[in-house]
């Protein structure tokens, strides 16, 4: 609630009675007195009160008259206490009210014609409800539109200076970037400092401005609220999954909204801990794809050299006989197929289906490769559980905080919300590892600046640390001595001195950070792509399980190991089995029973074990000609993976490549055969987010132009290969994915996992945990000499994948500048100025790209976001595969920079 | 028969009176006014506040109306309008109509889409001869509708002032909207 009475969620306030319109009411003591009258049902007006943030009482609505008291006082601001007799109607009440909304109005534009919010704005309401007709010394403002910044316009003659926009900003998503100032002889609502607007633009403040002085730039005048068509569905952006609202104007659309609103300013405070309803610039802004220009309309396929738009009947029979010849010619293990992590639950579960049951091959992988595997591997493995134990409530709530490799603020703002609402309700620790200064270190208590690509050796050295300073949870290592003695072997290689030398963070701070860590009731970890996608990611996260489990972390309620995944259904593909070791509900694909069952479920023989391909693998054996077809759904390896992957070369050695995309894309352009595919606004279906929550996307509107769902195409190759199942609609796939896998569809609300050591503890822990302690690489200092930079690629705020950079507002935002991130001291050391050209060297190649100074970077390390490829940095990183779970990291590389 | 019934018959007959006695509607009516009204050669005046095609209206200064405001296509108990909004990109933060189309085929004269419209764009003139040999010809479009205004300007006027939608022409300036100005300068 909103005046909270403690900051802990440990304490509970005090239950207290108070009387309302003469009922009774219990309450916990200290709450605002708002909440506790909206928590009887009744809906008292207030423009300016919204439960996510404190109570600010500007609007002057809330009034209610409390016993005692001559004049009506404000609900919001007011205290909720023990024996208060609160009366919330009666004409005195509704006069008071009329007298403020009519105070707004004289000073608020009468132009809601003209106004996006008309329909949709809390003040034509309140005007409405309270029958204002007549305003009596009305004025205008004249006061010119803010039209700076890129994405909002803000028109201060609207405004109402309720304040919501700045608080939400501020308290909500500790962004800070709006503040009132006086201009004009008006209080009005501007940028930090006057300036254009320059922020994360998650819209949240356009999503509470309950007037039309926030307006959206992408959608300024194309429609009134009631002649749109909303539909709730789930983000494609990134692993948060967060629910957003989707508005058409037939097939057009037109914007994207957010559960947060003023119109849902009634709530409880505490729940929030689950989310607070916002979206991130991504989901607001980023929605153009789904009706761009260049969508492909049609399918297409290879004549003469040249992709021709060909009917889809055409097309079908080329593919389907392609694949059956293929298949009769060089047998099954010939065909391979790869899909995205952004397709549905229904759609990895058909595809896997597809390939093991209607062609007979497991060689087939999903973009959970990239990393996500890494992570669940390393929990399967040592916790028995296949997906992070914790959710957002978790880590609201946590009293610690590990963030490690993880700049969560770009790759999932949401869980960064929830990591940032830790720090500010709740007064969590943060402990942030990472190479630059992220937005989350900044708010950080413990931001740990290591250097670049040393995260791994930090958490050596928090194990080594925790060991050294016995932060040791005695009952939890005591279980396992043997495991315990051989990991303090083990980690008795690791000198502190020198992990504080690799990674240049001094003893004494890690020796802190261990301690605040250790001793926290409800420690989180949270691992993003500085661990899980990079090499040795697999045996990174099992360090951090070490760093849990010897603090005493595993298992206890509201502590946990956990990661954010960068594609919305990273957790649905290796839940739906598409992966080679995985069937379906993470079952091994090596497990007879589970064969067994899913053998009979499908009436169809298994491929056989121990010839299953991993994506590098896939590659590999296509380059080397034993596969001869590859079917790819929405992959683009070609542009994601470095030129030392040799993905063309594999690529045009297929005798055929079918590429099913809603895109062109670079893959696309080499292919046989191209298939257009539906974005998931023009698709039912569910994705499974980082939580495990299984959530829906509903379709919001018809396919563009002759594209298809992708499970409609792949149930029409099924049925042309002569495997019989047929499905009508996506809720087929999911009564049949019901019936093999009970209870997967949670409906939101996963069963809580709780992790199961003891196996993974007493079994071979002892062998295996002695090659991951190794200290500092000893060659890393010569390394160096060679090669001075370390350059990184990464995710910006504003990009997820490929696929956003066909989104124009994206684009508008952060088009691709073509320059390489530098750290300022470096570029004076060189003598470059901003746009200075420089060569960049790695071991495998060189790119010429201009600089600019960037002030998050260490010196020594440079920035290149992974989204786009002109110029081609990505052709500078070598690739590593993972000996354990075959994952390919190839984003980072150590290079050299010359100016020219 | 009687000498005198005779004579009296005879003389009818020998004047044709039965004739003239039939023909005296028809003589009467040569010096009667016409009652037949000789459309279309002829055209009847209207009162102000016949109910007409839609036209759309301009300023003096030749600025439309229209602010796309969509309250006509609400308002609209036959859903013949359509209306589709946009930013005037030459005079920023200004909203416009790009496109609006009436339905006439559909329409049923009631008048409600010129009460709801809040600026006076829409009008109704006295126009109501449609015929044509193409049906699509009747889906006006935003050129027609102004072409319309333009041409029965008085009508549409003297329409608006008719239902009191507005007085003269001062009122229909002071309902004239007028956007805010961008902090931008505008380029030259």
Same mark, same amino acid.
């Given at each position: 609630?909103?005046?909270?009475?403690?900051?802990?969620?440990?304490?509970?306030?005090?239950?207290?009675?108070?009387?309302?319109?003469?009922?009774?009411?219990?309450?916990?003591?200290?709450?605002?007195?708002?909440?506790?009258?909206?928590?009887?049902?009744?809906?008292?007006?207030?423009?300016?009160?919204?439960?996510?943030?404190?109570?600010?009482?500007?609007?002057?609505?809330?009034?209610?008259?409390?016993?005692?008291?001559?004049?009506?006082?404000?609900?919001?601001?007011?205290?909720?206490?023990?024996?208060?007799?609160?009366?919330?109607?009666?004409?005195?009440?509704?006069?008071?009210?009329?007298?403020?909304?009519?105070? /707004?109005?004289?000073?608020?534009?009468?132009?809601?014609?003209?106004?996006?919010?008309?329909?949709?704005?809390?003040?034509?309401?309140?005007?409405?409800?309270?029958?204002?007709?007549?305003?009596?010394?009305?004025?205008?403002?004249?006061?010119?539109?803010?039209?700076?910044?890129?994405?909002?316009?803000?028109?201060?003659?609207? !405004?109402?200076?309720?304040?919501?926009?700045?608080?939400?900003?501020?308290?909500?998503?500790?962004?800070?970037?709006?503040?009132?100032?006086?201009?004009?002889?008006?209080?009005?609502?501007?940028?930090?400092?006057?300036?254009?607007?320059?922020?994360?633009?998650?819209?949240?403040?356009?999503?509470?401005?309950? #007037?039309?002085?926030?307006?959206?730039?992408?959608?300024?005048?194309?429609?009134?609220?009631?002649?749109?068509?909303?539909?709730?569905?789930?983000?494609?952006?990134?692993?948060?999954?967060?629910?957003?609202?989707?508005?058409?104007?037939?097939?057009?659309? #037109?914007?994207?909204?957010?559960?947060?609103?003023?119109?849902?300013?009634?709530?409880?405070?505490?729940?929030?801990?689950?989310?607070?309803?916002?979206?991130?610039?991504?989901?607001?802004?980023?929605?153009?794809? @789904?009706?761009?220009?260049?969508?492909?309309?049609?399918?297409?396929?290879?004549?003469?050299?040249?992709?021709?738009?060909?009917?889809?009947?055409?097309?079908?029979?080329?593919?389907?006989?392609?694949?059956?010849?293929?298949?009769?010619?060089?047998?099954?293990?010939?065909?391979?197929?790869?899909?995205?992590?952004?397709?549905?639950?229904?759609?990895?579960?058909?595809?896997?289906?597809?390939?093991?049951?209607?062609?007979?091959?497991?060689?087939?992988?999903?973009?959970?490769?990239?990393?996500?595997?890494?992570?669940?591997?390393?929990?399967?493995?040592?916790?028995?559980?296949?997906?992070?134990?914790?959710?957002?409530?978790?880590?609201?709530?946590?009293?610690?905080?590990?963030?490690?490799?993880?700049?969560?603020?770009?790759?999932?703002?949401?869980?960064?919300?929830?990591?940032?609402?830790?720090?500010?309700?709740?007064?969590?620790?943060?402990?942030?590892?990472?190479?630059?200064?992220?937005?989350?270190?900044?708010?950080?208590?413990?931001?740990?600046?290591?250097?670049?690509?040393?995260?791994?050796?930090?958490?050596?050295?928090?194990?080594?640390?925790?060991?050294?300073?016995?932060?040791?949870?005695?009952?939890?290592?005591?279980?396992?001595?043997?495991?315990?003695?051989?990991?303090? /072997?083990?980690?008795?290689?690791?000198?502190?001195?020198?992990?504080?030398?690799?990674?240049?963070?001094?003893?004494?701070?890690?020796?802190?950070?261990?301690?605040?860590?250790?001793?926290?009731?409800?420690?989180?970890?949270?691992?993003?792509?500085?661990?899980?996608?990079?090499?040795?990611?697999?045996?990174?996260?099992?360090?951090?399980?070490?760093?849990?489990?010897?603090?005493?972390?595993?298992?206890?309620?509201? !502590?946990?190991?956990?990661?954010?995944?960068?594609?919305?259904?990273?957790?649905?593909?290796?839940?739906?089995?598409?992966?080679?070791?995985?069937?379906?509900?993470?079952?091994?694909?090596?497990?007879?029973?589970?064969?067994?069952?899913?053998?009979?479920?499908?009436?169809?023989?298994?491929?056989?074990?121990?010839?299953?391909?991993?994506?590098?693998?896939?590659?590999?054996? !296509?380059?080397?000609?034993?596969?001869?077809?590859?079917?790819?759904?929405?992959?683009?390896?070609?542009?994601?993976?470095?030129?030392?992957?040799?993905?063309?070369?594999?690529?045009?050695?297929?005798?055929?490549?079918?590429?099913?995309?809603?895109?062109?894309?670079?893959?696309?352009?080499?292919?046989?055969?191209?298939?257009?595919?539906?974005?998931?606004?023009?698709?039912?279906?569910?994705?499974?987010?980082?939580?495990?929550?299984?959530?829906?996307?509903?379709?919001?509107?018809?396919?563009?132009?002759?594209?298809?769902?992708?499970?409609?195409?792949?149930?029409?190759?099924? $049925?042309?290969?002569?495997?019989?199942?047929?499905?009508?609609?996506?809720?087929?796939?999911?009564?049949?994915?019901?019936?093999?896998?009970?209870?997967?569809?949670?409906?939101?609300?996963?069963?809580?996992?709780?992790?199961?050591?003891?196996?993974?503890?007493?079994?071979?822990?002892?062998?295996?945990?002695?090659?991951?302690?190794?200290?500092?690489?000893?060659?890393?200092?010569?390394?160096?000499?060679?090669?001075?930079?370390?350059?990184?690629?990464?995710?910006?705020?504003?990009?997820?994948?490929?696929?956003?950079?066909?989104?124009?507002?994206? @684009?508008?935002?952060?088009?691709?500048?073509?320059?390489?991130?530098?750290?300022?001291?470096?570029?004076?050391?060189?003598?470059?100025?901003?746009?200075?050209?420089?060569?960049?060297?790695?071991?495998?190649?060189?790119?010429?790209?201009?600089?600019?100074?960037?002030?998050?970077?260490?010196?020594?390390? !440079?920035?290149?976001?992974?989204?786009? $490829?002109?110029?081609?940095?990505?052709?500078?990183?070598?690739?590593?595969?993972?000996?354990?779970?075959?994952?390919?990291?190839?984003?980072?590389?150590?290079?050299?920079?010359?100016?020219? | 028969?009687?000498?005198?019934?005779?004579?009296?018959?005879?003389?009818?007959?020998?004047?044709?009176?039965?004739?003239?006695?039939?023909?005296?509607?028809?003589?009467?009516?040569?010096?009667?006014?016409?009652?037949?009204?000789?459309?279309?050669?002829?055209?009847?005046?209207?009162?102000?506040?016949?109910?007409?095609?839609?036209?759309?209206?301009?300023?003096?200064?030749?600025?439309?109306?229209?602010?796309?405001?969509?309250?006509?296509?609400?308002?609209?108990?036959?859903?013949?309008?359509?209306?589709?909004?946009?930013?005037?990109?030459?005079?920023?933060?200004?909203?416009?109509?790009?496109?609006?189309?009436?339905?006439?085929?559909?329409?049923?004269?009631?008048?409600?889409?010129?009460?709801?419209?809040?600026?006076?764009?829409?009008?109704?003139?006295?126009?109501?001869?449609?015929?044509?040999?193409?049906?699509?010809?009747?889906?006006?479009?935003?050129?027609?509708?102004?072409?319309?205004?333009?041409?029965?300007?008085?009508?549409?006027?003297?329409?608006?002032?008719?239902?009191?939608?507005?007085?003269?022409?001062?009122?229909?300036?002071?309902?004239?909207?007028?956007?805010?100005?961008?902090?931008?300068?505008?380029?030259?």
């Amino acid at each position: 609630m909103a005046l909270k009475p403690v900051t802990s969620p440990d304490t509970e306030a005090a239950t207290i009675e108070l009387s309302i319109d003469g009922r009774p009411v219990t309450a916990k003591d200290g709450v605002s007195l708002y909440d506790v009258i909206s928590s009887t049902g009744k809906i008292v007006a207030a423009m300016c009160y919204h439960y996510t943030f404190d109570p600010f009482g500007s609007c002057g609505m809330c009034l209610v008259m409390v016993e005692g008291k001559k004049a009506p006082v404000r609900a919001c601001t007011a205290k909720a206490t023990a024996g208060l007799v609160v009366r919330t109607e009666g004409d005195d009440l509704f006069q008071a009210r009329k007298k403020a909304v009519e105070k /707004h109005l004289s000073v608020h534009p009468l132009d809601c014609p003209v106004c996006d919010a008309d329909g949709h704005c809390e003040l034509q309401d309140m005007a409405f409800q309270h029958q204002v007709t007549n305003l009596a010394n009305a004025k205008q403002k004249l006061i010119p539109e803010d039209t700076r910044s890129l994405v909002l316009d803000f028109n201060m003659n609207r !405004c109402i200076a309720c304040g919501e926009c700045i608080n939400v900003c501020k308290d909500v998503l500790m962004i800070d970037a709006l503040q009132f100032v006086k201009k004009g002889g008006f209080t009005q609502v501007v940028a930090k400092g006057d300036l254009p607007l320059s922020c994360e633009f998650c819209g949240d403040c356009l999503a509470v401005c309950p #007037v039309g002085a926030i307006t959206n730039k992408y959608s300024k005048y194309l429609y009134k609220p009631w002649q749109l068509k909303k539909t709730t569905t789930t983000c494609n952006y990134c692993g948060d999954g967060c629910q957003m609202s989707i508005e058409t104007k037939d097939s057009e659309v #037109v914007r994207v909204t957010s559960p947060l609103s003023w119109k849902n300013k009634w709530g409880d405070r505490s729940e929030t801990a689950k989310g607070h309803g916002g979206i991130c610039v991504r989901g607001r802004f980023g929605f153009q794809y @789904i009706d761009s220009k260049n969508r492909l309309l049609q399918p297409l396929a290879r004549r003469n050299g040249t992709l021709v738009e060909t009917p889809w009947l055409e097309v079908m029979h080329t593919v389907v006989d392609r694949l059956a010849s293929i298949k009769a010619a060089h047998g099954p293990q010939a065909i391979a197929g790869l899909i995205t992590a952004r397709c549905s639950n229904e759609e990895l579960y058909l595809f896997q289906k597809l390939m093991r049951a209607a062609i007979g091959t497991n060689q087939l992988d999903s973009s959970a490769r990239y990393g996500h595997l890494n992570f669940v591997h390393a929990v399967r493995e040592a916790l028995g559980v296949g997906r992070m134990t914790n959710d957002w409530e978790d880590i609201t709530k946590a009293k610690a905080i590990l963030l490690v490799g993880t700049d969560i603020t770009e790759t999932n703002p949401l869980t960064a919300v929830r990591v940032k609402e830790a720090i500010r309700v709740y007064k969590s620790q943060v402990i942030v590892v990472d190479s630059v200064q992220t937005r989350i270190a900044a708010l950080a208590s413990h931001p740990m600046m290591v250097t670049p690509g040393s995260e791994g050796l930090f958490l050596q050295g928090l194990v080594k640390s925790v060991i050294e300073q016995d932060l040791i949870d005695a009952e939890a290592t005591g279980r396992h001595p043997e495991a315990f003695a051989a990991l303090k /072997h083990a980690a008795a290689g690791v000198s502190l001195e020198a992990v504080a030398a690799g990674t240049g963070v001094p003893v004494d701070q890690i020796h802190e950070v261990a301690a605040v860590f250790a001793e926290a009731p409800r420690a989180i970890i949270l691992c993003g792509e500085g661990v899980v996608r990079r090499p040795g990611g697999y045996r990174q996260v099992l360090s951090l399980i070490d760093l849990a489990w010897i603090t005493g972390k595993l298992g206890r309620p509201g !502590c946990g190991v956990n990661t954010v995944t960068e594609e919305p259904n990273e957790q649905g593909a290796v839940d739906m089995g598409a992966a080679p070791e995985f069937l379906p509900g993470q079952a091994r694909f090596d497990d007879p029973v589970a064969r067994d069952k899913f053998a009979k479920a499908w009436g169809a023989e298994l491929p056989p074990m121990g010839k299953g391909a991993t994506l590098p693998e896939i590659l590999r054996r !296509c380059r080397s000609g034993e596969i001869k077809a590859l079917y790819v759904v929405g992959e683009n390896p070609l542009a994601t993976l470095p030129a030392s992957a040799e993905v063309k070369a594999a690529l045009e050695r297929l005798e055929l490549l079918v590429c099913q995309d809603p895109f062109l894309t670079e893959t696309a352009r080499l292919a046989h055969v191209v298939l257009p595919a539906c974005t998931y606004a023009e698709k039912d279906g569910t994705i499974t987010n980082l939580e495990g929550k299984v959530l829906r996307l509903r379709q919001a509107m018809e396919p563009i132009g002759e594209s298809l769902p992708d499970w409609h195409i792949m149930t029409a190759i099924a $049925n042309g290969l002569g495997y019989a199942p047929e499905y009508e609609s996506p809720q087929d796939i999911q009564n049949e994915i019901m019936k093999l896998l009970p209870g997967y569809y949670n409906l939101g609300q996963p069963k809580k996992l709780s992790p199961r050591p003891d196996a993974y503890l007493s079994n071979g822990y002892a062998a295996s945990v002695g090659s991951r302690y190794r200290g500092a690489a000893t060659r890393a200092g010569e390394e160096h000499a060679r090669w001075p930079f370390a350059l990184t690629m990464g995710q910006l705020l504003y990009h997820s994948g490929k696929l956003s950079t066909q989104a124009s507002g994206l @684009i508008k935002i952060a088009p691709n500048t073509g320059r390489l991130s530098m750290n300022v001291e470096d570029m004076t050391r060189m003598g470059l100025a901003e746009e200075a050209r420089v060569r960049v060297t790695s071991a495998k190649g060189s790119v010429e790209l201009a600089v600019q100074p960037d002030l998050t970077l260490r010196p020594g390390s !440079c920035f290149f976001p992974e989204h786009f $490829n002109e110029p081609p940095v990505k052709d500078l990183m070598p690739l590593e595969i993972d000996p354990d779970t075959s994952v390919p990291s190839f984003k980072f590389a150590r290079v050299t920079i010359e100016k020219i | 028969m009687n000498v005198g019934a005779m004579i009296n018959k005879l003389l009818r007959a020998a004047l044709f009176y039965e004739i003239w006695d039939a023909m005296k509607v028809t003589f009467k009516h040569m010096f009667h006014r016409p009652i037949t009204f000789q459309y279309p050669r002829e055209q009847r005046t209207l009162p102000d506040t016949h109910r007409g095609a839609l036209g759309l209206l301009r300023y003096d200064d030749g600025a439309e109306r229209c602010v796309g405001c969509d309250l006509c296509e609400v308002a609209c108990p036959s859903h013949c309008i359509k209306v589709v909004s946009a930013e005037d990109k030459t005079l920023p933060l200004s909203r416009y109509a790009s496109e609006f189309y009436i339905d006439i085929t559909k329409c049923v004269f009631c008048g409600y889409c010129v009460e709801a419209c809040p600026v006076n764009a829409l009008a109704m003139t006295k126009l109501y001869e449609y015929s044509t040999h193409d049906k699509r010809a009747l889906l006006f479009d935003k050129k027609r509708l102004y072409e319309i205004g333009e041409r029965h300007l008085e009508d549409a006027k003297k329409y608006l002032y008719a239902h009191n939608q507005e007085k003269d022409d001062q009122q229909s300036r002071d309902y004239r909207y007028f956007f805010p100005e961008s902090v931008l300068k505008p380029k030259a």
